[in-house]
């Protein structure tokens, strides 16, 4: 996989909150990813939830490079068509009708995805603050021995060897402080804090920045008690804010 597109220059409005307070939305920086542990945590919930928070001020343009179970950019069930509104801009790439991994939906099409124009559709220029949505979990296969978090950790950093007995293919980078930082989604109930740690984790040996993890409750039916408790005890894991969304 050839080296991407240089990285668009981070902009941070604000300090972000302590872990625990109440998140402002508009201190998130932009580019932004929108993460999750898995698909149907609410990823695209958080990121419509997030546009129009940035709307209010600014143009946004919200970015989803790989859908699957549609077979249309303005199919109902789209995630850009959840998205648009007045100031937002919803944009899809690469649309794929099984709902499956890409990899799989692909194969059943006959497709290879070309990852690295995936890559530069991306980073194109925006005009104003820029939201990248992901697919399903973090380790979602794209291609043959290349799942999601292996090619978007290889935009920002020159390709070397890989690490022997890699699943991915793809060597762990060292840390990189320009690379776009994520918000990560998760569940609000049982199982949350295994997944939650585990995609954490993933992410910060690869070099990631995680801006923030949110605890959605609404998609699991978790009670706002139990995703707070959680909350409480992944605070003690991890070195970033940990918030709940009501």
Not at 28 to 34: D, E, G, R, V
Not at 56 to 61: K, L, N, T
Not at 145 to 154: D, E, I, M, P
Not at 220 to 233: F, H, I, Q, S, T
Request: net charge neutral; proline share 10%; glycine share 10%.
């Amino acid at each position: 996989m050839s080296t991407m597109v240089p990285p668009q220059t981070l902009q941070v409005p604000a300090p972000l909150c302590d872990p625990g307070s109440m998140l402002n939305l508009d201190a998130l920086p932009a580019p932004l990813w929108i993460l999750g542990t898995g698909t149907g945590v609410g990823k695209t919930f958080v990121a419509a939830r997030l546009a129009r928070a940035w709307a209010a001020s600014g143009p946004v343009v919200y970015r989803k490079p790989f859908q699957t179970g549609v077979d249309r950019a303005d199919h109902p069930e789209a995630d850009a068509s959840a998205l648009a509104g007045p100031g937002i801009t919803a944009e899809s790439h690469v649309l794929l009708r099984a709902p499956l991994s890409p990899l799989a939906a692909a194969q059943r099409e006959g497709r290879t995805l070309d990852l690295d124009a995936t890559a530069r559709w991306c980073l194109r220029p925006a005009e104003g603050r820029l939201l990248l949505e992901g697919v399903g979990g973090l380790m979602v296969p794209l291609m043959p021995k290349v799942h999601f978090l292996a090619w978007a950790s290889g935009w920002t950093a020159p390709v070397a060897p890989a690490v022997t007995g890699s699943s991915s293919g793809v060597c762990l980078r060292p840390l990189d402080q320009a690379r776009i930082p994520c918000v990560l989604v998760a569940l609000g109930g049982l199982g949350t804090l295994n997944h939650t740690l585990l995609s954490a984790e993933a992410l910060m040996m690869r070099g990631w920045r995680i801006a923030a993890i949110l605890l959605n409750p609404g998609a699991d039916g978790a009670l706002p008690e139990a995703a707070e408790e959680n909350a409480n005890l992944l605070r003690e894991f991890l070195p970033v804010p940990v918030h709940v969304l009501n």
